[in-house]
């Protein structure tokens, strides 16, 4: 058990390396999250607006908390997918990965773990603070939400990696995803509330999104943290979260072994 626990927190710790060597990325991705939160801010500001001020429970000041908190986990939560693991399937260098004695899905979840540990200090927080300062946030005062909101995010990152992951091992059969990975970009990003919050969605798509994961990758965190819901509401998101995890790692785990029996390495 000690020895798991260490093998974790050095994937964990690498992962989190791993990303702290991409500095100008990250400025470059604070930059857009800036740029992106002034703009989905004005809109929904002229939405609530023309709604009279307040829309499907949002006013201004729970809207910007909503655009903000979102721009500030979007580097964590990645909706736009990886290709580390796709990439190995296609050289067939994780035929060299299954010879170690690390299972291969817990051992990227513990990386991409220490890699949204990371993006959140020069991408995520930043990003917020200039929301806080130039728009200004409703946010709760009690200590709690963000307690919650913290367990929310971690749940959230795990499911979105889970999601990835399981986009990944279907080159065991495609070869190349970078198809299926840009319509699970597209369809993920619009389904987790990226644009506008699900709550604004009409009652069929809401439908559609919530029998999905995807809001709880982004849109659980932020009304978690953000006190949007609260309570009996907030502990049921939680609840939903872990469903979702435990589903999406189900799933990345039959595809694995499954896919396992279709590799084929060529030249060697």
Known sequence: MRATAEVWGRLVAAGFRRQSSYRL?????????????FIRASVLFAAIDSAGGSLAGYDKGTA???????????????????????????????AVDFTRPVDLQTWHLAEDL???????IPRGIPSVLVGALT?????PTAALPYAMGLLSIALGVTISFY???????????LLDTRGVRTFY???????????????????????????????????SPVDVISGHVAGADAWRA????????????VAGRALTTAGRTKLVVQGG
């Open 25 to 37: 990325a990250m400025l470059a991705g604070l930059a857009t999250n800036v740029v992106f939160g």
């Open 64 to 94: 910007s908390a909503y655009v903000w908190l979102s721009q500030g986990l979007i580097g964590a939560v990645t909706l736009t997918g990886i290709a580390d693991i796709g990439d190995r399937i296609r050289t067939g260098d994780v």
């Open 114 to 120: 220490g890699r949204a540990a990371y993006s959140l």
């Open 135 to 139: 728009v200004g946030l409703a946010l």
């Open 163 to 173: 999601c990835r992951y399981a986009v990944n091992v279907l080159g065991f059969w």
């Open 185 to 219: 970009a597209v369809t993920s990003s619009f389904l987790a509330g990226l644009y506008v919050p699900v709550g604004l969605f009409p009652d069929w798509l809401h439908a559609v999104a919530a029998a999905t994961p995807f809001p709880s990758i982004l849109q």
């Open 238 to 249: 939680l609840t939903l979260q872990v469903f979702w995890v435990a589903v999406t790692c």
